[in-house]
T-cell receptor, first 118, second 113 residues
């Protein structure tokens, strides 16, 4: 099946620094990738939709200047958490949809990145 | 507003018994319906989906789900639970308007030996 990877799987950073998380589709091309945030024992909250070659679309309440998304190729999207603070600590998950399949097809999810800001 | 309800935070079953994880939704149109499973500190894995046709959908790991249009429900089922099925399960309609998955709050399934 289709595989989505994320790197790093976990990261610890100091408050005020920036962290970049990569999301890659390994065996398919993804026009669209999605970034989610998940708090412990809670549901996934969609942060933004990333479209290859264009600006990301952010959900209401998500700061676009804080969570920078770049989707420069059909297999790579990055999320940069700028000037991170402890409240940004969370589990970040990306997903991707194969560009060659119908919109009814499932999204493939990455394994997630655990961010801890100290 | 579009929403998904998984009324049970946790479902406990004994190994070998049947299990049901409930899901109801309020989404305009005829949404596509998905179930995903999440193991601890992992991403989500696709289990099954309903697009159209037969109301009983079969998926991975012996799971199936029954679509009921009149009740706007899509309950996940398995005839015989395994301890390894213990995980967090998400129901997620796909909004035809936005193309985005709408996630329920999740149900933790605990299967005891």
């Amino acid at each position: 099946g289709a595989v989505v990877s994320q790197h790093p799987s976990w990261v610890i950073c100091k408050s005020g620094t920036s962290v970049k998380i990569e999301c890659r589709s390994l065996d398919f091309q993804a026009t669209t990738m999605f970034w989610y945030r998940q708090f412990p024992k809670q549901s996934l909250m969609l942060m933004a939709t990333s479209n290859e070659g264009s600006k990301a679309t952010y959900e209401q309440g998500v700061e676009k200047d804080k969570f920078l998304i770049n989707h420069a190729s059909l297999t790579l999207s990055t999320l940069t958490v700028t000037s991170a603070h402890p409240e940004d600590s969370s589990f970040y998950i990306c997903s991707a949809r194969d560009r060659l399949v119908l919109p009814s097809s499932e999204q493939y999810f990455g394994p997630g990145t655990r961010l801890t800001v100290t | 507003a579009q929403s998904v309800a998984q009324p049970e935070d946790q479902v406990n079953v004994a190994e070998g018994n049947p299990l049901t994880v409930k899901c109801t939704y309020s989404v305009s149109g005829n949404p596509y319906l998905f179930w995903y499973v999440q193991y601890p500190n992992r991403g989500l894995q696709f289990l099954l989906k309903y697009i159209t046709g037969d109301n009983l959908v079969k998926g991975s790991y012996g799971f199936e789900a029954e679509f009921n249009k009149s009740q706007t429900s899509f309950h996940l089922k398995k005839p015989s639970a395994l301890v390894s099925d213990s995980a967090l399960y998400f129901c997620a309609p796909l909004s035809g308007n936005t193309g985005k998955l709408i996630f329920g709050q999740g149900t933790t399934l605990q299967v005891k030996p």
